[in-house]
């Protein structure tokens, strides 16, 4: 069972950047594919993007593409997500995902366990 724990979510102005970070345990990490997702207020939950098992593949949503980073740290078991040029559209529950020996799936229905999410709140 591989537990996840994101940090790092926040309040900041249009333009300005966050890191979040998502924290696993109780598992071999470096053998999981790593997911961010969110989820605004009334809306679906949305991919945002994703990076391989191996970590030499990496797949951003169009929307955040440009501006959103992500990458890991198998030595710290976390996966990071850097957050420039922030928008208010950007606001939203950020979850990270594990997705087992996965390729960096844009589909939430392909990961197997899920952190409790960090409130990213970007204000205009």
């Known amino acids: 069972q591989l537990q996840l724990v994101e940090s790092g979510g926040g309040l900041v102005q249009a333009g300005g950047s966050l890191r979040l970070a998502c924290a696993a345990s109780?598992?071999?990490?470096?053998?999981?594919?790593m997911g961010w997702f969110r989820q605004a207020p009334g809306k679906e939950r949305e991919f945002v993007v994703a990076?391989?098992?191996?970590?030499?593949?990496?797949y951003y949503a169009d929307s955040v593409k440009g501006r959103f980073t992500i990458s890991r740290d198998n030595a710290q078991n976390t996966v990071y997500l850097q957050m420039n040029s922030l928008k208010p559209e950007d606001t939203a529950i950020y979850y990270c995902a594990a997705d087992l020996w996965g390729g960096g799936s844009s589909d939430w229905r392909d990961y197997d366990y899920w952190g409790q999410g960090t409130q990213v709140t970007v204000s205009s």
């Open positions: 990076i391989s098992w191996t970590g030499d593949r990496t």
């Open positions: 109780g598992h071999t990490f470096s053998i999981y594919a």
